[in-house]
């Protein structure tokens, strides 16, 4: 038994001191399985055409291996599970609400903190409080609920990511940088008084969940202190982003992950949070500021439509597995793994020689669907295509970001190519392991292989808007028509 002397004398080794072997191994043994139900490639065929070729109405009981989404899909700790059983389900003041309120100001120190069921009903609060018609939110780039939020409060939202940012193929290690001088000549244009909010999204989720520099987060804020325009940060993925910021920003190799997101979030007013990424729970989220008027407003409609302000939509238990769970997202050993799987597994495919978003973002890695399948036109949606071969060769479940996502205009009829048709395998924290990941990309490597025999597909029925949830798709069967697309 080490006496306390001996504790003293031998300090824990910080994990970035300590020499890392090659072979990632993932830092957490298993306790609880959920067993997966293999199935044929028969039955397989059956599923997806009961679907209509649209993954998102598959039962994902028929789902090997499901990359849809990283968001509410994280194995919890054994600690997580018993901070569970300490929830307090009181009504008001609950002490499970202090202690969650306590662990997110250990990280981000804001004096309001208002939890909600998960990220998209902060951020109905926050634009319904402070948005409107003839007002302009920014950001590096919007997630589709947050413009979708901004949007529906009668709010324009506007995105300015630096141009490295929408170039697939830059090498750029933070493109999720906010363009500076795009941002000061838009506020100059329209005018700070019509510019409630300047937002980052941390790491940019639509734009491959790339980071953004510490630099950036504090030049941004300059950039809006000018003009008094507060900041604030969507911190989905913040802790993964503070991982990014250690390892490729000189000057933070030797900062613990907790300063470093304790500088980013000192430089914010506030900021929405969807709990389902960085804080490894199943379901929850925040909004949080300091200014006293929002949070009044926000309090007052958090009563309407989420609950009273210390529990906001969610159980006491709730509350207690996102306290735990911001506690482990910032050691490093878990984030080490976590970025370095992802990585291991964009490295894989660029080893199969399949075309994916540069570097490799956080959270999942996109495949350049329009590249790997320049057969297939852009309207014939690649993606789609790409994504049906992938569940339908090896049970894999992935999510078109493409031409289906974003072809369609807002007259509900006209379809343009998006800027890009991407497939993202978003990967759950926590839930695979390496050997799920080198199936991934064996499935890839065969598909590759075999590609040419791929068929566009059409659509036969969709409703007017967001239609990639419920589309339905079939192949294209006329042959001669694929000939002539291959030609021009
Ligand atoms: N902001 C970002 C950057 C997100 O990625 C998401 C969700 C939200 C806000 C909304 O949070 O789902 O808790 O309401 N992204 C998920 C995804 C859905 O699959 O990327 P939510």
Not at 167 to 177: D, R
Not at 187 to 205: D, F, R, S, Y
Not at 211 to 235: H, Q, W
Not at 396 to 419: H, N, S
């Amino acid at each position: 038994m080490p006496t306390s002397t001996h504790l003293a004398s031998n300090p824990p080794i910080a994990p970035s001191k300590r020499k890392r072997m090659k072979t990632i191994i993932e830092p957490f043994r298993i306790k609880a399985v959920e067993p997966i139900r293999m199935t044929s490639r028969e039955e397989r065929t059956r599923f997806l055409e009961d679907a209509h070729y649209n993954l998102f109405s598959l039962d994902s009981e028929h789902v090997l291996i499901d990359l849809l989404t990283d968001s509410g899909t994280s194995s919890m700790s054994a600690n997580q599970w018993a901070a569970i059983m300490r929830g307090d389900e009181s009504y008001a003041g609950s002490p499970s609400f202090h202690h969650f309120q306590d662990a997110v100001r250990h990280l981000m120190p804001f004096r309001h903190i208002i939890p909600t069921h998960q990220g998209r009903a902060a951020e109905k609060i926050l634009f319904t409080a402070i948005g409107g018609p003839g007002k302009y939110i920014l950001n590096n780039t919007h997630f589709d609920t947050t413009r979708a939020n901004v949007e529906f409060s009668g709010a324009e939202g506007v995105d300015l990511v630096i141009a490295e940012g929408k170039n697939p193929a830059s090498e750029h290690p933070f493109k999720g940088n906010m363009d500076l001088e795009k941002l000061e000549a838009f506020i100059k244009e329209k005018g700070a008084e019509h510019i409630p909010l300047c937002m980052l999204t941390v790491t940019n989720n639509s734009g491959g969940g790339q980071p953004v520099s510490m630099e950036n987060i504090r030049e941004t804020k300059y950039v809006c202190m000018k003009y008094g325009i507060p900041l604030f940060l969507d911190a989905c993925r913040f802790a993964e982003n503070a991982y990014f910021i250690k390892m490729r920003e000189p000057g933070y190799e030797n900062h613990s992950i907790e300063q470093i997101v304790q500088e980013m979030f000192s430089y914010a007013d506030g900021c929405t949070m969807s709990a389902k990424k960085d804080a490894l729970v199943n379901i929850g989220g925040w909004l949080a500021m300091n200014n006293d008027d929002w949070a009044l407003n926000c309090r007052n409609l958090l009563i309407l439509t989420e609950g009273f302000p210390t529990y906001g939509g969610l159980a006491g238990r709730d509350l207690e597995a996102m306290a735990e769970g911001l506690k482990e997202v910032v050691q490093e050993d878990y984030l080490h793994y976590r970025i370095k799987s992802t990585q291991y597994l964009g490295q894989g495919l660029i080893d199969a020689g399949i075309p994916i978003m540069r570097p490799v973002g956080g959270h999942a890695v996109y495949i350049d669907a329009r590249q790997m399948l320049p057969h297939i036109e852009p309207l014939h949606y690649p993606g789609q295509a790409l994504a049906c071969e992938m569940y339908l060769h090896a049970g894999i479940r992935t999510c078109e970001i493409g031409t289906v996502m974003f072809g369609l205009q807002a007259d509900g009829v006209t379809e343009k190519p998006a800027p890009m048709d991407l497939v993202r395998l978003a990967i759950p924290r926590r839930v695979y392991t390496q050997s799920h990941i080198d199936y991934v990309i064996e499935a890839l490597q065969e598909i590759n292989e075999n590609k040419s025999a791929m068929r566009g597909m059409k659509i036969n029925w969709q409703p007017k808007q967001l239609r990639h949830f419920s589309a339905r798709f079939s192949y294209l069967e006329d042959e001669s028509l694929r000939r002539k697309m291959v030609i021009n």
